[in-house]
């Protein structure tokens, strides 16, 4: 049985892979994003930026496996350990999580009917007895266009917290959906983890959808004895 630990503790993407008949382990990280990113080389792509971030973060969970011991029991023999990161590029300038309501209001009044690319790296590791035996990363591209929030329409959304935690200010399904005109490119992706990548990474390490979905029912079989 392979399992599927999700390298992150956003329940959008929890819920992503939910959805999609997957039942992750949740591991949370502990990287320092902007330590990452500032090792980085000077004009780095950023597209390789959040791919770099994915990393970091898999690479912490797959080492925590494997030092707590956890690689000997049967749940993580065979494992992989999944990790994403989501940047919204505006005028080819990385935005993650505004953190306060003045950067938020700020990032609003600078993409509010423009268009925008959410990227979102991703990093596969395969796992067996803690080793890492495969590794697949690549970053998705969507373009977000986004409409113009009245006033008092972007008061509340900033009042109610959600563009403070979430990459770009904003979210696909919640209440920043209100404010998305389209989006041209995969819908998982903008949410946090996108599935056709996912689905293509996987291979690559040589694990299929199938075996996650009937590792995944027997978890939820185990669970409900």
Known sequence: MTTFVLASQSPARLGVLRN??????????????DAVAAALPAGTAPEIVVIELARAKAREIAAAIAAEGD?????????????????????????????????????????????????????????????????????????????????????????????????????????????????????SSVIGIGLPLVRRLLAEVGVGIAQLWLASAQLRGDAAR
């Open 20 to 33: 999609a008949g997957i039942e992750p382990v949740v591991r949370v990280s502990d990287v320092d994003e």
């Open 71 to 187: 690689a000997r029991s049967a749940e993580f023999a065979d494992s992989v350990v999944v990790g994403c990161d989501s940047m919204l590029l505006v005028d080819g300038v990385l935005q993650g999580k505004p953190l306060t309501p003045d950067v938020a209001r700020a990032r609003w009044a600078e993409m509010a009917g423009r268009s925008a690319d959410l990227l979102t790296g991703h990093c596969v590791l395969r796992l067996r007895d803690g080793e890492i035996v495969g590794e697949a990363a690549e970053c998705s591209s969507t373009t977000v266009h986004f409409a113009k929030p009245e006033p008092e329409e972007l008061d509340a959304y900033i009042a109610s917290e959600e563009p403070l935690w979430v990459a770009g200010s904003f979210t696909l399904d919640g209440l920043g959906g209100w404010f998305v005109d389209r989006i041209e490119g995969d819908p």
